[in-house]
């Protein structure tokens, strides 16, 4: 397939948290079809290193060291990005996840625990979107917003009542959002990976556990960043072009149910 088929060539995509995992596999497919892209992260080291990699393919990458729950960082990425393109055609609100250690279930964890969470998953999602919303808006350009979710958000998990309810929340969000922000020329649209093999998920499982859990997924194996940012491409591209509200479950079959 052509890349002009995609409509990406020469777009300014904004991605956060994109030093690594979902983020950086985002970023690497928008710059392999033509996009640039601005990356961010609190870790200034491994924002780089991601960078001189995304680099080798030719394309601009701006990096920008800054926490994506921080509204005055927010400003700082939308600073970059004016700077050095004047405007940004796609933001992928990628940081997510929890805040802390998981404390437990609702009989032991506690409200900072709870707010934490919640906080990364959706208020910073919004703080990011509304500022964004208001960039492209300003510049008069159409714009394409993707929120990551998880399948976590369709799944009752012991331990992680925060995870999920803020990403349930999250595909709830990206419905409203699209209706607020189409009259605005700006599609939001979200993703919900299943199982992915980052630095996040090898919290969780080691790599035999990993690969025996992909086995008996329809898909034959666990996700790796960039099949996620295949997804989040699609639909930021002219290919999603009458896609609105919809977030995207991208998890190799993993709410279908094992095959064996
Ligand atoms: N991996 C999975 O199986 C899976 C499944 C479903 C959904 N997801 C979702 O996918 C997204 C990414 O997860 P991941 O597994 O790729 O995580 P990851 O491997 O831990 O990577 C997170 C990235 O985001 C950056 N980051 C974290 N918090 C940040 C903040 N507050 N501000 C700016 N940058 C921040 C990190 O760099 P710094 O630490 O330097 O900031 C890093 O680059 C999350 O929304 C997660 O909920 C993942």
Redesign the pocket.
Known sequence: MSNSVLGLEGKVVVV??????????CARQFVNVGADVVI????AA??EQ?AAELRRSGREVVTVV?????PA?VAAVIEAARARFGHADVLVN????RRGKPEGTILESGPDYWRGTID??LV?VLTCTQAFARFMIETKRPGVIIN?????AYRASPRLVP?GAS?AGLIQATGTLARELAPHGIRVCGV??????????REWFDADGLAARGRKLPAGR??V?DD?GRAVLMLASDLGSWIYGTTLIADGGELLGDVH
């Open positions: 956060t948290g994109a030093s690594q995992g979902v983020g950086l596999g961010t992260g609190r870790r491994p924002l991601a800054g926490d994506a729950e921080d960082d990628n940081v997510g996840g990364r998953n910073s990551i979710a998880s399948v976590g995870y990403k919900a990976p299943g199982m992915v093999d980052t630095d996040s998920l666990i996700g960043p996620i």
